[in-house]
């Protein structure tokens, strides 16, 4: 593995690690275990913000660090991220499994060990709102839920795709990513809207990078 | 306490701050630093006597004589004639120069007299030459010499003109008065015999006394004359001796020091600009800035923060950094996902390259 890949993996394994404890999807013996959210979307205000990036790290994260069964949904139907990451194109995923041209069990590719599955966006065209809307969306959310100890679905960037609040609706929580020097307040305020009807975790600041020396930031006593 | 957005603006435009500050100054001090210039004095040894001419004016008893010369000198120099004079004795114009050419050429020197004690004045003058200074300095004493003699001629001529009328008018009186004493004696020659009756007779007596007054007059008619007619040939002998150059100007060596203040007033005023400038760019910066960039700025929204992601660099130091940085951003994203895959133990197949064998299925 290349040096600058380990580094990285490592400072964003450290970043993950703070959603785990800031979400509540830590193994918390005080937490009951049914209030955990199990299906988790990932969304953010526009394209290229990095919410593939979270929901890929997220997702290795908890089958790595947990050893729980993850499930990592490609339900971006527009730009097939996940399915691009994993070299999924051209094989069957979602819009397949809601048209009933390939089951649950044969859409999922299981990667890196036996914890993480990864389900992309498919090859059927299906509008994407249909399958937002679709009842067969439904039932086979609830069966990945049930196999799964944890569900992480990268959703389309919700300015972008309005399909995004509704199959955000299908999730137990939805985190938003915001890209650091890009993302607007008013466009996260706008997410936060059209997702009203969901239940909204927080925001992730992706691609953080402060330009303010560490003596500067101790002498004012900054906060991150 | 200070936002942090601010602080991040602030070095975030480190360079595009800090340039104004460095700029600015500098350009002001390259357009408006301070002319070389070389100053030529001559000290002047003045008198009281060269009072009266209309050109200095009445020597007053409260004033000394340098201060009436030195006022004199710098009146004169406030006239655009005398000024061009000046500067034609010099040979810095021609003759024949306009006014506006005149006022361009004085606008690059500058020459007045200060009083330097009870009868001394010094003539100064300064210019971006050294040898034009001292040629302004005998240009100025010269040339107030020559207008001291041509006012001094001109006042004693009108003199002249004026008691020479007088006199003609005198002289014809007193020929009449002499003629009418004449015809008195020829009338009562008792009178001139030089007896008691000429001392008692008081036609006699007052016809006499008219013509001694009227003789009186013309003999002081006279005089006048002949004193401006001295005034008029002795007013450059006069001025010599009236206005003595005790210390002729000399071509100086070296340029005039400058104050530090003077050296750095217009610089300092530029870095107060530049600041203001750099301010008002960090000001504005700030405040049209509406994007996330810590948790901070999301107060607002009542969100909580999750977590913070740094930014993955495919490269580390220069590349990094504008332009590779730029350069490579297109790697960016693989990159992250990269990173991210490899957060599970086994780095997902893409990293050895083949597509198909990634994601271990089938």
Same mark, same amino acid.
């Given at each position: 593995m290349d040096n600058a890949v380990v580094r990285a993996r490592s400072d964003l394994q450290e970043a993950v690690r703070e959603i785990h404890i800031m979400a509540g999807l830590g193994p918390d013996e005080r937490a009951n275990e049914h209030e955990r959210p199990v299906v988790i979307g990932i969304t953010s205000p526009t394209y290229g913000d990095g919410k593939t990036t979270v929901a890929i790290a997220l997702a290795a994260s908890l089958s790595s660090d947990l050893g729980a069964q993850v499930t990592l949904v490609d339900a971006d139907l527009q730009t097939h991220s996940i399915g691009e990451a994993f070299g999924l194109h051209g094989r069957g995923g979602l819009t397949d499994i809601v048209a009933g041209t390939i089951s649950l069990a044969d859409a999922r590719y299981p990667v890196q060990g036996p914890n993480l599955t990864v389900i992309g966006a498919g090859t059927a065209t299906l509008e994407a709102a249909r399958v937002a809307y679709s009842t067969a969306l439904r039932q086979t959310m609830s069966t990945i839920r049930s196999e799964s100890q944890f569900v992480i679905v990268d959703l389309p960037a919700t300015n972008h795709s309005m399909t995004a609040p509704i199959l955000a609706q299908r999730c137990d929580g939805v985190v938003i990513v915001a890209r650091s020097g890009h993302s607007t307040i008013g466009n996260i305020e706008r997410v936060a809207g059209l997702l009203r009807d969901t239940n909204v975790m927080g925001v992730v600041i992706n691609r953080a990078r402060s330009h303010i020396p560490a003596f500067v930031e101790r002498a004012l006593n900054l906060r991150r | 306490m200070i936002p942090r957005k601010i602080i991040e603006a602030f070095f975030r435009r480190l360079w595009l701050i800090a340039v104004p500050v460095v700029l600015v100054p500098l350009a002001v001090f390259l357009l408006v630093r301070p002319e070389t210039e070389y100053q030529s004095t001559a000290t002047v040894w003045v008198d009281r006597s060269l009072g009266g001419a209309a050109l200095i004016g009445e020597v007053s008893q409260w004033t000394t004589p340098a201060e009436h010369q030195s006022t004199a000198v710098n009146e004169m120099l406030s006239t655009d004639r005398f000024r061009k004079a000046v500067l034609t004795r010099a040979e810095l114009v021609d003759g024949d120069a306009s006014r506006t050419e005149v006022a361009r050429v004085w606008r690059l020197v500058s020459v007045g007299a200060a009083e330097r004690g009870s009868n001394l004045i010094a003539v100064t003058a300064r210019s971006p030459d050294p040898d034009v200074s001292a040629t302004l300095v005998d240009a100025t004493i010269v040339e107030f010499g020559e207008r001291f003699s041509t006012e001094v001629t001109r006042t004693a001529t009108a003199e002249i003109e004026h008691y020479e009328e007088q006199l003609v008018l005198a002289e014809e009186?007193? &020929?009449?008065?002499?003629?009418?004493?004449?015809?008195?004696?020829?009338?009562?020659?008792?009178?001139?015999? #030089? $007896?008691? %009756?000429?001392?008692? $007779?008081?036609?006699?007596?007052?016809?006499?006394?008219?013509?001694? &007054? &009227?003789? @009186?007059?013309?003999?002081?008619?006279?005089?006048?004359? &002949?004193?401006?007619?001295?005034?008029?040939?002795?007013?450059?002998?006069?001025?010599? @001796? #009236?206005?003595? %150059?005790?210390?002729?100007?000399?071509?100086?060596?070296?340029?005039?020091?400058?104050?530090?203040?003077?050296?750095?007033?217009?610089?300092?005023?530029?870095?107060?600009?530049?600041?203001?400038?750099?301010?008002?760019?960090?000001?504005?910066?700030?405040?049209? $800035?509406?994007? %996330?960039?810590?948790?901070?700025?999301? #107060? @607002?929204?009542?969100?909580?923060?999750?977590?913070?992601?740094?930014e993955l660099q495919p490269g580390r130091g220069l590349a990094a950094r504008f332009p590779l940085g730029t350069l490579l951003r297109w790697r960016r994203r693989d990159f992250a996902w990269s990173a991210a895959s490899a957060i599970t133990e086994a780095p997902p197949e893409r990293q050895k390259g083949g597509r198909d064998g990634r994601n271990g299925h089938g």
């Open positions: - | 009186e007193l &020929q009449e008065r002499e003629g009418a004493l004449r015809e008195y004696i020829r009338a009562n020659p008792e009178v001139a015999s #030089g $007896d008691a %009756v000429g001392a008692t $007779d008081l036609n006699y007596r007052t016809l006499v006394n008219q013509v001694e &007054q &009227q003789l @009186s007059l013309v003999n002081e008619l006279n005089e006048s004359v &002949q004193s401006a007619e001295r005034q008029m040939a002795s007013a450059p002998q006069a001025f010599s @001796s #009236g206005f003595i %150059v005790q210390d002729p100007p000399e071509a100086p060596n070296n340029p005039v020091p400058t104050s530090i203040v003077e050296r750095s007033g217009m610089p300092l005023a530029g870095l107060a600009l530049g600041m203001a400038i750099s301010m008002t760019y960090l000001y504005l910066s700030y405040r049209t $800035d509406h994007t %996330v960039r810590s948790a901070e700025d999301l #107060g @607002s929204l009542g969100l909580p923060v999750l977590g913070t992601v740094p």
